[in-house]
């Protein structure tokens, strides 16, 4: 079973910028799509960005324009770049696909806050 480890969080003022990683413990190439997830407190889990294989990206609404996402398929790594982070994106941010059929298990997410 292939984990998921992700790092690069922590506490950043609004407007700076952090790159988060998810290094997978086997190869991710052949799944399809990758994304970035994210829950804050008391809410529930959202999908924020996702990469293909062949590099595609789409995002949702909120993070459009300060994100970036994207996947190394020979280090098996999937990178997020934030940049002008908000209050807003506090969360633990978690990596995985987001199909169902190529869902691998949870990894312990990486913690953002972005305050003052």
């Known amino acids: 079973q292939v984990q998921l480890v992700e790092s690069g969080g922590g506490l950043v003022q609004p407007g700076g910028s952090l790159r988060l990683s998810c290094a997978a413990s086997g190869s991710i190439a052949s799944i399809y799509v990758m994304g970035w997830f994210r829950q804050a407190p008391g809410k529930q889990r959202e999908l924020v960005a996702t990469v293909t294989k062949g590099g595609s990206t789409d995002y949702t609404d909120s993070v459009k324009g300060r994100f970036t996402i994207s996947r190394d398929n020979i280090k098996n790594t999937v990178y997020l770049q934030m940049n002008s982070l908000k209050p807003e994106d506090t969360a633990v941010y978690y990596c995985?696909?987001?199909?169902?059929?190529?869902?691998?298990?949870w990894g312990q997410g990486t913690q953002v806050t972005v305050s003052s």
């Open positions: 995985n696909s987001p199909s169902p059929t190529t869902r691998l298990g």
